[in-house]
């Protein structure tokens, strides 16, 4: 019997596998600076900030080496009255958002995943630890999804 | 309806008490001003006319020289600025008061206009400070959600802002009800009424009924101060102070340690008048808190504006069976409630009865259970017993429950407490597992409501039990938010069938 969280009769919609190379940029600059860091701390041969530096650099190299899986661990599902998200393999979270709870909805779109032609949507209620963030879905998906999130908020608005 | 609140509720502009610039911050000018030109008098003086160098007062100087022509000039210039000033200020600001709206137009150069729609109204305060008291002045605050967006009408006539706020709740509350109020014998003479105004009973006894009202006693209200975590960290800051001192004999740093003991004595003293005349009373249009000796406040709730409920007693608490009671709404009141605390804090400290009235007051409907006693059959579902690895003392008492309309948090051995969140406030529900969490079959549960003191969250309880309750919420989220009508809490009543204290 497995311990994981699964929620039963979900069918995930994925979001784009193009957001691997999106967070492989982000984690290559933050790895190359911290690597900088590093090697400026080993000629100044100050060896305490070097060994934190370094583990530094090797957690985000491994975060760096399952970022394909983490991407495919992100999905979500329109359900009747309510969007399912998930994301995370290590650390699961599984939100549940009723659509008549949201404020607004934010699109954003970075350098590489503009390049890319990916959107990220965020969906923004009352509460500021809700954290829904869709990254990932190409922007004509995006554009879709905000267009359709917001009929379905209208249909079923409900107050604070 | 009140004749002044019939004028001011009819939905054309009106201004504010005449002497609002001065109560809002003419005195504070006025004084700062005095205060600088008496103490840098020939500085300023010998800024403006270098040939006065001769020393001595300035009026021999202006008499001396034949100047009283001019100084006059300038002074009823000034004055005369400052009045037109204040006067414009006052023309400026009106507000006006419709079926939908509450809107406030203010400035002279930089104008702002600010609208708050009345099934949005959050809550209603009525700051009293003593100097305003005094003049017969009260302050109107219209609570919104969200930061810095709150609506102030500064200043009002004191028994037209309590008029005021009875209209703006009954207009907001969607009934077309209007109630006939009989009118109180006001006392005749100017001074005879500012007398009954600063010894009227803090809470109208027109407006709740008497078995709804919670009040403090002064003992408990001493001894909640005494035995709090501050009391302790003084304590402790004296003991290690003391041996510090001993040991090293360095008695010089007494010098340094009487500032601190002064802070600490006036932030006891703060807390206490402002928690004395405290009560709690449910009125028809929602929880009313009101506080304070000198300065007083009240503030009204109206129903389905709490989004989560938090009773909780710390371990110094426990011996006397005190119970603070605190809420998350989704305004922020700009004045700070009794103790100097935030208003989240509905109840400093009472007995498990009058938390549980509390707690009747701001949920209607919820019956506090006696949550403080583990039973097998309290409806809860406490984490298993393979969580002591994590809750080594509260395992057997860290559970969830729900009611047809609420969700139940119970945690903490030492720090006990319950969270409550009515389910048609609640924002979204997430359900999360970290790597020990999974080794011991555990996951984690938080329930998204507005930010506020309290955090809805459940830590290691079973898996299973987790996915059911998770499943569970996400479909009551949106079934009692669907069924919800509190925006316009009243709209369902019938003319005629007016419940509460108020005379029909």
């Known amino acids: 019997m497995s311990n994981r969280l699964e929620l039963a009769d979900v069918s995930w919609r994925r979001v784009s596998p193009k957001l691997v190379w999106v967070e492989l940029a982000g984690g290559a600059i933050v790895a190359l600076v911290a690597a900088a860091i590093a090697v400026g701390m ?3 041969q100050a060896w305490v900030p070097f060994v934190i530096v370094s583990l530094f650099v090797a957690g985000t190299l491994v975060k760096l080496v399952i970022t394909p899986r983490r991407v495919r661990s992100i999905g979500y599902q329109l359900r009747d009255d309510d969007l399912l998200f998930r994301r995370g393999i290590m650390w699961q979270r599984f939100v549940a958002v009723p659509y008549g709870r949201m404020q607004l909805i934010d699109i954003n779109r970075g350098p590489v995943a503009r390049a890319l032609g990916l959107s990220e949507l965020k969906f923004v209620t009352a509460a500021a630890a809700a954290g829904v963030t869709l990254p990932g879905l ?3 998906d995006a ?4 267009d359709q999130l917001v009929e379905l908020a209208e249909s079923r608005r409900a107050g604070l | 309806m009140p004749p002044v609140a019939a004028a001011l509720t009819d939905g054309q502009w009106h201004r504010l008490h005449p002497a609002s610039p001065l109560l809002r911050g003419g005195i504070a000018l006025i004084a700062i001003l005095g205060v600088v030109v008496a103490n840098l008098r020939e500085r300023l003086v010998s800024l403006f006319i270098p040939r006065f160098d001769e020393g001595g007062d300035p009026v021999d100087y202006v008499l001396d020289h034949g100047l009283v022509l001019q100084a006059l000039v300038v002074i009823v210039v000034l004055l005369i600025l400052f009045i037109a000033g204040f006067y414009l200020s006052w023309r400026m600001h009106t507000f006006r008061i419709t079926n939908e709206v509450v809107e406030v137009r203010s400035g002279i150069l930089f104008r702002t206009n600010r609208k708050a729609r009345l099934d949005r109204i959050q809550g209603i305060n009525i700051v009293r400070p003593f100097f305003a008291r005094l003049f017969g002045a009260a302050k109107l605050e219209v609570n919104q959600a969200g930061q810095n967006s709150n609506l102030q009408l500064s200043y009002l006539g004191s028994s037209a802002a309590d008029d005021l706020r009875r209209e703006i709740l009954r207009l907001a509350s969607g ?3 209007a109630e006939q109020r009989a009118a109180a014998a006001t006392p005749q003479g100017l001074l005879d009424r500012r007398v009954a105004e ?7 006894p027109n407006l709740a009924p008497p078995e709804s009202v919670v009040k403090i006693h002064l003992g408990r209200l001493v001894g909640s101060m005494v035995f709090s975590e501050s009391t302790l960290i003084l304590v402790l800051a004296l003991i290690g102070g003391g041996i510090w001192i001993g040991t090293t004999g360095k008695f010089y740093a007494l010098i340094f340690a009487l500032p601190s003991l002064l802070g600490f004595f006036s932030f006891y003293a703060r807390r206490f008048t402002k928690s004395l005349r405290y009560t709690i009373a449910g009125t028809p249009d929602g929880v009313r808190v009101g506080y304070g000796l000198f300065s007083t406040s009240n503030e009204t709730l109206p129903p389905g504006r709490i989004h989560s409920v938090q009773v909780r007693q710390s371990l110094l608490w426990r011996p006397a069976g005190w119970w603070e009671v605190r809420v998350n709404v989704a305004s922020h009141s700009s004045n700070k409630g009794a103790d100097g605390r935030a208003n989240t804090t509905i109840l400093p400290v009472g007995s498990f009865d009058d938390a549980a009235r509390v707690v009747a007051l701001v949920l209607p409907g919820f019956e506090l259970p006696n949550f403080p006693r583990v039973a097998p059959d309290d409806g809860f579902t406490n984490s298993p017993r393979r969580a002591a690895w994590l809750r080594p003392f509260s395992w057997r008492r860290n559970g969830f429950a729900s009611a047809p309309d609420w969700l139940l948090l119970r945690r903490g051995a030492i720090w006990r407490q319950l969270v409550i969140v009515p389910q048609p406030r609640l924002q979204s529900v997430a359900l999360s597992q970290g790597p020990v969490l999974r080794m011991l079959r ?10 506020g003191p309290i955090r809805a969250e459940l830590g290691a309880i079973d898996r299973d039990a987790a996915l059911a309750f998770f499943g569970h919420v996400a479909q009551a989220a949106v079934s009692s938010a669907q069924r919800d009508t509190s925006h316009r809490w009243r709209s369902g009543e019938q003319p005629g ?7 029909a």
């Open chain 2, 198 to 204: 600063l010894l009227a009973p803090e809470l109208d």
């Open chain 1, 143 to 146: 554009d879709a999804l905000r």
């Open chain 2, 175 to 177: 009934t077309r009800l």
């Open chain 2, 442 to 451: 555990l996951a984690a549960i938080q329930l998204h409501t507005v930010s």
């Open chain 1, 138 to 140: 190409a922007e004509a």
């Open chain 1, 42 to 44: 080993f000629i100044l």
């Open chain 2, 497 to 503: 069938l007016t419940t509460g204290g108020l005379p």
